[in-house]
Every structure is written in structure tokens, then in C-alpha cells.
């Protein structure tokens, strides 16, 4: 063999192999216990849930299957219902047929209900396991529309890309995605700001 297609065959090795890493990154889906992935990129794309609608979008546009994007439920605010409208869309149901009879607004039922005050009556956690999350915000959307606005959607730094050009800021149709500085921005004023231009990923 002589050096040029030695010199070949290694770049197609190495290539094949990059390929490989990539897809494997892409379609593998996270372990429960998954911990967060410290990343050296500058810049991250993430949801701003004011402009956030719940299309659905982002379950189906992140080029990751399942979805970098997440639902989350800010315990702050959280109401700890009985009966949560993100969790059960028969909100009418008696307390004590919600686990057995209750109709799951989630399609993969990622939504969990723990009791941690004790009865049928008493308070209850509601988080969404991400490892069975699909990202279709079906449980922010009912949240946001009848319950305490608690929900929310969210891109997982460490289930990101971190595509130059991300596919659920381009497919979502209220400009809700935003590539945003990993840290504050120094204006060299003493202040630190997210001007629009890092937003937007122009900065450099």
C-alpha cells in the first residue's frame, strides 16, 4: 500500500468514526441519573418562556431523539395541587382514582405525582422525569392555560448540540428560542448585560 491510500483509508476511518460518535450523541437518550456535562462552548440556546406558546415544536424540530428540550416544574410556584392540570385533564376526578383512573395529559406519562403530606387530600410534588420526557409541553400548555403557570420548557445544556444554527429556533414560530452567552457579558461599563446581539447569536 502506498502512502496515499494509506493516507486515505485513515482519513475514511477517522471519519466513519466521527459519524459514528455523532449519531450515537444524537439518538442515544439519557440515563436517569444522567449528571449534568460541563460544556466549553460560549454560547447555549435556551426557551424564554415569555414568548414560549407550548406549540409542540420542540418534540419534533431538535435533531436529538427524544428532544434536548424539557419540561420543568418551578417548585416556587407550584401549587401542589390535589389534582394538577399538567398532570390529569379530568380535573373533576375524585382524589383517590387520580393514580389508578386518571386520564395523563402526558402522552408518555413523564409526569410524576409524589404525596409528601400523607392522605388522599394532602400536598403533592409534580416533576417531570426527563430520562421518559419527549418535550411536547402538552403538560406546560395546560399548566400556563388553567393552573399556576409553574410549568415551563427548557433546552438541557448537557442533551444540546449546541448546533450553530439550532432547528427548534427555526422552526418555532414565536421566536422563543434564543442563543444566549453561557455567562454575563462584560459591556467594559462595569455591567453586565444580554445585549440582543448575543442573544440572537451574532456576538463574538
Not at 12 to 31: N, V
Not at 99 to 118: I, L, M, Y
Not at 196 to 203: A, E, N, R, S, V
Request: glycine fraction near 8%; proline fraction near 3%.
Amino acid at each position: 500500500m502506498n502512502r496515499r491510500k494509506m493516507l486515505r483509508y485513515a482519513g475514511e476511518l477517522l471519519g466513519a468514526g466521527s459519524l459514528g460518535a455523532m449519531a450515537w450523541r444524537i439518538f442515544s437518550s439519557p440515563s436517569e441519573d444522567a449528571e449534568f456535562i460541563a460544556q466549553s462552548r460560549r454560547f447555549a440556546w435556551q426557551i424564554d418562556p415569555d414568548k414560549c406558546r407550548s406549540c409542540g415544536l420542540c418534540a419534533t424540530a431538535c435533531v436529538r431523539k427524544p428532544s434536548a428540550a424539557k419540561a420543568v416544574n418551578d417548585q416556587k410556584k407550584c401549587s401542589n395541587c390535589v389534582v394538577c392540570y399538567g398532570h390529569i385533564s379530568d380535573s373533576h376526578i375524585a382524589s383517590e382514582k387520580i393514580d389508578s383512573e386518571g386520564q395523563r395529559v402526558c402522552p408518555v406519562d413523564a409526569v410524576k405525582r409524589t404525596n409528601f403530606s400523607g392522605g388522599a387530600d394532602g400536598m403533592f410534588l409534580y416533576e417531570q422525569h426527563h430520562d421518559e420526557c419527549i418535550g411536547c409541553a402538552k403538560c406546560v400548555k395546560r399548566c400556563n392555560e388553567h393552573g399556576s403557570a409553574s410549568m415551563f420548557m427548557i433546552i438541557r445544556p448537557d442533551l444540546c448540540l449546541g448546533c450553530n444554527e439550532c432547528a427548534i429556533a427555526t422552526a418555532c414560530p414565536h421566536n422563543a428560542v434564543l442563543r444566549i452567552p453561557r455567562e454575563s457579558v462584560d459591556n467594559y461599563r462595569g455591567d453586565y448585560w444580554f445585549d440582543q446581539t448575543y442573544l440572537m447569536g451574532g456576538g463574538a
